[in-house]
């Protein structure tokens, strides 16, 4: 069963940057599409991107579009979430998961059926 660790998380001033990391603990995540979700407190939770196995054109939330950037290193079992001009909206706990569905709607890439969360990891953008 595939199990997915997030980490990198941290506190960081406006402005700042932090790289996300996703790995499956018992297994490989190389043949999945992985996607990155956020919840802040008292929010529902919310997609921001997410990637096929072969790393082709990720969609982005608008609220990300042009600051975060989602990447696989497939060798290293690794999906990244590079997060760059951070905002206090950003502060949240950002997770990873499984897409069991993957289609191109309009050209672009919609990702569903999400399993195997892992446990989050949490970002905080404070000054």
């Known amino acids: 069963q595939l199990q997915l660790v997030e980490s990198g998380g941290g506190l960081v001033q406006p402005g700042g940057s932090l790289r996300l990391s996703c790995e499956a603990s018992?297994?490989?995540?190389?043949?999945?599409?992985i996607g990155w979700f956020r919840q802040a407190p008292g929010k529902e939770r919310e997609e921001i991107s997410c990637?096929?196995?072969?790393?082709?054109?990720?969609n982005y939330a608008d609220s990300v579009k042009g600051r975060f950037t989602i990447s696989r290193d497939n060798a290293k079992e690794t999906v990244y979430l590079q997060m760059n001009s951070l905002k206090t909206e950003d502060t949240a706990i950002y997770y990873c998961?499984?897409?069991?569905?993957?289609?191109?709607?309009?050209?672009?890439?919609?990702?569903?059926?999400?399993?195997?969360w892992g446990q989050g990891t949490h970002v905080t953008v404070s000054s």
């Open positions: 998961a499984r897409a069991q569905s993957v289609a191109y709607i309009a050209g672009h890439l919609s990702c569903t059926g999400f399993d195997s």
């Open positions: 018992r297994s490989s995540l190389r043949d999945y599409t």
């Open positions: 990637i096929t196995s072969f790393g082709g054109a990720p």
